[in-house]
């Protein structure tokens, strides 16, 4: 991902060639269900690890099925939670940890079956403090992850993907959230540029991050809350989500790399956009 702005005035940012399909197709309306009224969740997984455990079993609005541990992984839950444990863990050992969470999952001996979790409406998470990420086509879990867990590092409001360009909710996203997940809202929404219009209503100033612009200043948004759209790697951002936002900025990266995963700039911005609080 693009963020350091550009050297020369002239410089261009290439456009994803297929920006108008997604955001133009049908009629739909940009609104996710609501958790009063909204709709039954679409399944069940396995969330391994003890970050991402302990984070989901204080959720209320987790409902958990079943608890897998070897032995050390349940001291280590015990020791964090006492007694206070939904139902009494079931013996695993090596082979089935591999054959429910993948062979190279660092699953530390603890796996949960948990549906996902109920969906919140963009309406409702500008409810919450806090600036809000939004993803233009991120769809590698992992980094959806580590965005989760950035957001939840800077106190923001909720994280937002696009319903059929973002990863589903899996243990390895959960994994990589190290338990944010449960701490901040992943919001889903049919039509991004239909939300980014709705953001504004709600006076967020919407920055997209990538070069082209100026240098993301945290300075200037005043009492103003900060909307973040970060576009996928190598992409960026799509033509018609920049269209839709307030300014285009880049972060000031003075060394001699042109760029940074999508994951690290959020980070960055994030501080950026939080520091003089």
Known sequence: MRTRPPRRPDARIASHSTDNRAETAGRESFRSPRRSGGTTPRGTYWLYGLHPALAALANPERRIRQILTTEEGEAALRQRLGSSLPMQPQRADRARFEALCGRDAVHQGIAIL????????????????????????????????????????????????????????????????????????????????????????????????????????????????????????????????????????????????????????????????????
């Open 114 to 277: 948990t549906d996902i979790l109920p969906p919140l409406a963009i309406e409702d998470a500008v409810e919450r403090p806090g600036p809000l990420l939004l993803l233009d086509q991120v769809t590698d879990p992992r980094n959806v992850g580590a965005i989760l867990r950035s957001a939840a590092a800077f106190g923001a409001a909720a994280v937002v993907v696009m319903d059929r360009n973002a990863p589903d909710e899996t243990g390895a996203l959960a994994k990589a959230a190290s338990g944010a997940l449960d701490v901040v809202p992943l919001v889903r929404v049919v039509n991004l540029a239909r939300t980014l219009d709705l953001l504004k209503e709600q006076n967020f100033w919407v920055v997209g991050l990538d070069a082209g612009g100026g240098v993301l200043d945290g300075g200037t948004f005043g009492q103003r809350r900060a909307a973040l759209v970060l576009g996928a790697e190598g992409d960026g951002l799509r033509r018609l989500t920049r269209e839709h936002c307030d300014e285009i900025a880049g972060l000031a990266m003075p060394g001699d790399m042109e760029s940074l995963n999508v994951s690290n700039a959020a980070a960055v911005a994030l501080y950026e956009v939080t520091r003089r609080r």
